[in-house]
């Protein structure tokens, strides 16, 4: 059974950090691309960060860039999501979501989310 489970969201003031984290089971991660979305109520689902196989290859939302660093660590099968300098705006569901190629062909898998709330 595939599953991705997120932990690390909670409340933060503005300026601060949190680190999100992704844990894989199910697949095998090294197989897959990894991304971070975020959702707010009425708002589509935004791309914040992604990481393919290794992590020389990353790209981020230019909302985060330079403030947000995505890492994965294969043998813990875990993707990372570094927050810095938060913004208010910063605050959303964050998705964790796996994109792998295998026999069956696109295989896509999402987390649950966890909240990020940014506020004084």
């Known amino acids: 059974q595939v599953q991705l489970v997120e932990s690390g969201g909670g409340w933060v003031q503005p300026g601060g950090s949190l680190r999100l984290s992704c844990e894989a089971s199910g697949f095998t991660f090294s197989t897959a691309v990894m991304q971070w979305y975020r959702q707010t109520p009425g708002k589509e689902r935004e791309l914040v960060a992604h990481?393919?196989?290794?992590?020389?290859?990353?790209t981020f939302a230019d909302s985060v860039k330079g403030r947000f660093a995505i890492s994965r660590d294969n043998g813990k099968r875990t993707v990372y999501l570094q927050m810095n300098s938060l913004k208010l705006d910063d605050t959303a569901v964050y998705f964790c979501n796996a994109v792998r190629v295998d026999g069956e062909g696109l295989l896509e898998y999402w987390g649950q989310g966890t909240q990020v709330t940014v506020s004084s």
């Open positions: 990481i393919g196989y290794h992590e020389s290859n990353t």
